[in-house]
């Protein structure tokens, strides 16, 4: 994010938040390798002590793969960071993550936050404006439906804060996207439930100027 030298409007050069217990950050600027080794370490440990060694380093192995895979999908997306739980819950992976883009400049300082968002989320069925930390921006929700065409096999609840950044010159907006299949329906108890839990770790988002 742009920052400046007047610390009295200075632009915020990152962001702050509480991740649910058991979720992990994969960044995607730099440290990107060791914190998928460091996932994995932790998944592994997690394993009964009677797996064959074998048997281990391939779940290792392919869990590395599948990391590399979503990190690689996600900065395609221009993604800046991907957060994934890592923890089973009741012996179940949680079929969800969030991820927080790189920052969007407009290419006008006249542009409208609501085009903006209209473009970036024409699917969305519910919109509200929000205010996080003082940044205003809006919330919007909706089902994404399959599409062979970009590899998505299943129907999912996308959830999408569009925050503009304080003090960004030009202006500039950064997106916050949560996504889940849940049980395999998207507008049931389950991705209800995952919804909620990422609007509350919205609530702890912030600003970070430093």
């Known amino acids: 994010m742009p920052e400046t030298t007047d610390t009295t409007a200075a632009a915020p050069v990152g962001y702050n938040l509480v991740p649910p217990p058991g979720w992990a950050m994969i960044p995607l600027r730099k440290g990107t390798s060791e914190a998928i080794k460091r996932i994995v370490d932790r998944s592994v440990e997690e394993l009964p002590d009677n797996i064959p060694r074998d048997d281990l380093s391939k779940a290792r192995m392919e869990l590395i793969k599948r990391l590399k895979r979503v990190a ?48 970036l989320r024409p699917d969305a069925s519910q919109s509200e404006e929000v205010t996080i930390d003082g940044a205003t921006g809006f919330r919007t929700e909706g089902v994404a439906q399959p599409d062979t065409d970009k590899d998505v096999e299943f129907a999912s609840r996308r959830v999408e804060y569009l925050l503009q950044i304080p003090n960004s010159t030009p202006p500039a907006w950064l997106t916050i996207s949560f996504s889940t299949v849940a049980d395999g329906r998207p507008d049931g108890d389950m991705a209800d439930l995952l919804v909620d839990l990422f609007d509350a770790v919205m609530t702890t988002f912030r600003w970070s100027h430093r």
Do not use: N
């Open 72 to 119: 690689r999908q996600a900065r395609e997306t221009r993604a800046m960071d991907i957060h994934l739980p890592v923890e089973r819950v009741d012996g179940m992976a949680l079929p969800a993550s969030f991820i927080v883009s790189e920052p969007l400049t407009a290419p006008a300082a006249s542009l409208d936050s609501g085009l903006i968002l209209s473009s």
